[in-house]
T-cell receptor, first 113, second 111 residues
Framework: DGGITQSPKYLFRKEGQNVTLSCEQN?????MYWYRQDPGQGLRLIYY???????QKGDIAEGYSVSREKKESFPLTVTSAQKNPTAFYLC????????????FGDGTRLSIL | SQQGEEDPQALSIQEGENATMNCSYK?????LQWYRQNSGRGLVHLIL?????REKHSGRLRVTLDTSKKSSSLLITASRAADTASYFC???????????FGAGTRLFVKA
């Protein structure tokens, strides 16, 4: 079955530590996205990529970094510079183009130890 | 940046009743989408309506779009307990590839 997989489901970060969230898709989608969701809130865009080896900052990119070396993979690193990382992180993919329907993974919940 | 804003923030109904959620946005759009999110899960795409369409149906879902009022509504008919979820509208951003999500309506359907 085609889909998008995020791992791990739960992640704990120690102060000063960088952590990386995995996102893999086998839908052959060109575009991939990372969102942050805080309790009771909507989604805020962290980074997005329309094509391999290219990505753009979203609305809240500070303290985060990404890479897009392969079409299938779009890992997100939460760096120590992100002072309030506790949130639910969602990855999505879509066909290339404006506002195409997005397919979401089941998220990673990140907490601070 | 433009944003869809859902109304109401929360809605509680009995099974079998209809549920209506509204979304307002601020600037011109190419299309508007509705998504559902079950607790602790990712979003699932429900329906997309283009700016030149006024109404669209999919099963028990009916979406309307009024571009003159910059608003959309999602109607779920004959609701079921399994419809309990958060519902989000999403619009495209002017001139870019970002999708802007609203804060969502939390729907609770009582059995």
């Amino acid at each position: 079955d085609g889909g998008i997989t995020q791992s791990p489901k739960y992640l704990f970060r120690k102060e000063g530590q960088n952590v990386t969230l995995s996102c893999e898709q086998n839908l052959n989608h060109d575009a991939m996205y990372w969102y942050r969701q805080d309790p009771g809130q909507g989604l805020r865009l962290i980074y997005y990529s329309q094509i391999v080896n290219d990505f753009q900052k979203g609305d809240i990119a500070e303290g985060y970094s990404v890479s897009r070396e392969k079409k299938e993979s779009f890992p997100l690193t939460v760096t120590s510079a992100q002072k309030n990382p506790t949130a639910f992180y969602l990855c999505a993919s879509a066909q290339q183009g404006k506002n195409q329907p997005q397919h979401f993974g089941d998220g990673t919940r990140l907490s601070i130890l | 940046s433009q944003q869809g804003e859902e109304d109401p923030q929360a809605l509680s109904i009995q099974e079998g009743e209809n549920a209506t959620m509204n979304c307002s946005y601020k600037t011109s759009i190419n299309n508007l989408q509705w998504y559902r999110q079950n607790s602790g899960r990712g979003l699932v795409h429900l329906i997309l309506i283009r700016s030149n369409e006024r109404e669209k149906h999919s099963g028990r879902l009916r979406v309307t779009l009024d571009t003159s009022k910059k608003s959309s509504s999602l109607l779920i008919t004959a609701s079921r307990a399994a419809d309990t979820a958060s519902y989000f509208c999403a619009t495209d951003s002017t001139g870019g590839f970002k999708t802007i999500f609203g804060a969502g309506t939390r729907l609770f359907v009582k059995a």
